[in-house]
C-alpha cells in the first residue's frame, strides 16, 4: 500500500534562518507530488506541484522553492524565512495511473517563524 | 470571482441531526468531485470521491453533484461527535494529470 511521510511534524524557526521540509512517497512510483500551505483558519493554497524528477511548477511567487531530487521524494526550502511564512505545510501526492483518486496529503508540519 | 464558493461556518448541529455541507463552483468543465475531512492540526483525508452528475452514498454519507447548477452537497446522517472536522470540497477536471481545486472548508461542530 502507498504512504507518505512528512517531517518533522512541528518547527520554530527564527526571522532570517533557512527552512528545508522533506515529504517521502512509498508504494507507487512517478506520482504526482505537491507542496500546499494552510494559514490558520483559512484554505488550502498550492506552493508547488512537480510532474517528475526535476521538474517543478511554482504556483505563487515567494520566497520558496522546491526541489525533487528523487522520484518518490519532494522537498521545500528556503534560504531565509520571514514571518509570514508560519503555517501548516502540506505535502500531497496523486496516482498518475488513471485511477478514481484525489490526493493523499501527509500529516504536515506546523512551522511558527518567530 | 473564486472558482469554489464554500461557506467558513462554523456549523454546529446537535447530535443525531442531518448534516448538508455545500460548494458552488464556476468551472463547467470539472468533471471529478471530491469531499475532504480534516481534524484539527492533521492533514486532509480523502472521504468521498465522485465523477459527473449523480449521487454517491458511503455509510452515512452521501455526496450529491448537480452539474446543470455548479452545486455539491455532502449530507452527513445520525451525525456523531467524531465527526465534527473541517471538511473541504475539491474538484477537478481530469482525473490524474489535473491540478485539484479546493475549497476553503467548512468547519462542522456536532454537539453531544
Known amino acids: 500500500s502507498q504512504t507518505i511521510h512528512q517531517w518533522p511534524a512541528t518547527l520554530v524557526q527564527p526571522v532570517g534562518s533557512p527552512l528545508s521540509l522533506e515529504c517521502t512517497v512509498e508504494g507507487t512510483s512517478n506520482p504526482n507530488l505537491y507542496w500546499y500551505r494552510q494559514a490558520a483558519g483559512r484554505g488550502l493554497q498550492l506552493l508547488f506541484y512537480?510532474?517528475?524528477?526535476?521538474?517543478i511548477s511554482s504556483e505563487v511567487p515567494q520566497n520558496l522553492s522546491a526541489s525533487r531530487p528523487q522520484d518518490r521524494q519532494f522537498i521545500l526550502s528556503s534560504k531565509k524565512l520571514l514571518l509570514s511564512d508560519s503555517g501548516f505545510y502540506l505535502c500531497a501526492w496523486r496516482d498518475t495511473g488513471g485511477g478514481e483518486y484525489g490526493y493523499t496529503f501527509g500529516s504536515g508540519t506546523w512551522l511558527t517563524v518567530v | 470571482q473564486k472558482e469554489v464558493e464554500q461557506d467558513p461556518g462554523p456549523l454546529s448541529v446537535p447530535e443525531g441531526a442531518i448534516v448538508s455541507l455545500n460548494c458552488t463552483y464556476s468551472?463547467?468543465?470539472?468533471?471529478?468531485f471530491m469531499w475532504y475531512r480534516q481534524y484539527s492540526r492533521k492533514g486532509p483525508e480523502l472521504l468521498m470521491y465522485?465523477?459527473?452528475?449523480g449521487n454517491k452514498e458511503d455509510g452515512r454519507f452521501t455526496a450529491q453533484v448537480d452539474k446543470s447548477s455548479k452545486y455539491i452537497s455532502l449530507f452527513i446522517r445520525d451525525s456523531q461527535p467524531s465527526d465534527s472536522a473541517t471538511y473541504l470540497c475539491?474538484?477537478?477536471?481530469?482525473?490524474?494529470?489535473?491540478?485539484?481545486?479546493f475549497g476553503s472548508g467548512t468547519r462542522l461542530s456536532i454537539r453531544p
Open positions: 468551472n463547467s468543465a470539472f468533471q471529478y
Open positions: 475539491a474538484m477537478s477536471m481530469y482525473s490524474s494529470a489535473s491540478k485539484i481545486i
Open positions: 512537480s510532474v517528475g524528477i526535476g521538474q
Open positions: 465522485t465523477y459527473s452528475s
